[in-house]
């Protein structure tokens, strides 16, 4: 009887050492490699986008703590968050290395369709009108609608949508909860705004009664700001959705062999494991009393300055190389206009000369007429869109911010050129000076310094006009600004640091502005040329 069961007991072990399972071979899923690389724009990466602005699903902090990962185009900011652990583990089940790049949330969708990312893993729902643009794949977490509002506020205690009756309400541009609004009966529906933290902000100064959000967005904003508080209506008292979703489901471009590798990937993170993943996500957002504002700011340096740093130091490089470059194209482009080509004796090159200067007018009048902002968005993401140009967010920084500086100072040049008395350039051609003579050496040295204060102001604009760049994820001071406010939600507090960098750096820059300014302007001699085919300086006088 005991050799029996020794024989039975062998043939399981046996059996169990040579099973799929005894092997750990059930625990490996094949994947379709060929669908994976055609997926994906570099070779064994998988480039996913978030905004790192919308804990606890994304956020950026200043360390690699918690498991957070570098973001790829700004060294030195490390993204965490819902959303971030399962781009982790998707790039672990796919075999790829994980690549996070950080945008505004209006250019994800463009940053997908250009091939500047592979996927967008940001809590983002697959809306109908979405769906029209990207594809979507099965979803990863789905959540309930909630209104957040003051924890001592006269709708903290709201049961249902008709409690509700008369508030303030908002929401965030160009998501679906915007739309839910109206919903609330006799609902005073705000402008759409921009971000959590902005909306957060409003609420907490009584601007605002409420704002719509799912759930865990509710729940970080409430530990993060014990002000807060969130008002979930049962089911029947609530929201009705219709034809969206509270889905969350990763965003990848239109066909994309991608899309079912990510769906087989996602079926083999459990529901459990999703929603603890969500709960410690959620912990991570819990922060003690507030010792007050100052606390608060202190608090924050303490934690982000280095970034507060790197930002402001990125926005120096960025106006004033771009105020520099820009400075040379528009004083080409008045030197050029200021020439003068005789028709009769050269109709070929009045011709080309009149091609040139309606190519030059219409670059001016393009730039000056339409918002940086819009030129940024075109330059960065069409460039790549439209000519496989990829550029990198600092060099179309450079670009945008130069040729737009360019087309304002040519008509500031040009109106200084104009301004040089006629005699002077005529007594320069009396005495043989032709016209590049004529420019450098008698009308450009008047005509700049009369121009130097309107260069420096350009330089001071430049500066403050860097904050539209964050559309484009360069990592200026404005764009680290929303990054520290959307992780911490203590906006007034992020800004207000903000407010007194802007204000040194543009105090400071004044002040060297105006010394150049009395360094020109003193009494210096002038020299006087003699008429000959090369004119030279006799004296100075």
Sequence with gaps: MLSHIKKIIFIL???????????????????????????????????VGMEANYAPYNWTQASHSDGAEPITNSNGEYANGYDLQIAKKLADELGLQLEVVKLEWDGLPLALQSGKIDAIIAGMSPTPE??????????????????????????ADAKSLEDMAGARVTGQLNTFHYDLIPQIPNAQQQTAMDSFPTMISSVLSDKSDAYVSE????????????????????????????????DISVGLRKGSPLTPVINQALANIS???????????????????SGGFWADVRGIWDQFGSQFIKGAINTLIIALSSTLIGFLIGLAIAIFRSSEVDKQHNPLGYFLFKIVDLIIVAYIEIFRGTPMMVQAMLIFYGSK??????????TAALLIVSV????????????GISGVSKGQTEAAKAIGMNHYQTMTLVVLPQAIKSILPSIGNEFVINIKDTSVLNVIAVTELFFIT????????????TFFITALIYFVLTFITTRVIRLLEKHFYEDRPIPVFESSTNPQPMKEV
Excluded: H, W
């Design 271 to 289: 529901q459990a494991d999703r929603d603890q993943l969500m709960q410690d996500m959620v912990d991570l957002n819990q922060r003690g009393e």
């Design 130 to 155: 979405r769906r029209q643009q990207i594809d979507f794949s099965d979803s990863y977490y789905a959540s309930n609608i909630v209104l957040v509002v003051r924890a001592d506020g006269p709708y």
């Design 385 to 394: 869109l439209f000519f496989g140009i990829d550029l990198t967010a600092m």
């Design 13 to 47: 072990l046996a059996l169990l050492m040579i099973s799929p399972a005894g092997t750990g071979l059930a625990q490996e899923t094949s994947y379709n490699q060929e669908a994976i690389q055609a997926g994906i724009e570099s070779p064994g990466v998988l480039r």
């Design 215 to 246: 759930k865990p967005g509710a729940m970080a904003a409430v530990a993060a700001n014990s002000d807060l508080s969130f008002v979930e209506f049962p089911e029947g008292s609530g929201f009705v959705l219709e034809d969206v979703t509270t």
């Design 404 to 415: 737009n500086t360019g087309a304002y100072l040519a008509e500031v040049i040009r109106g």
């Design 482 to 493: 929303r990054s520290v406010a959307g992780s911490t939600y203590q906006t007034f507090q």
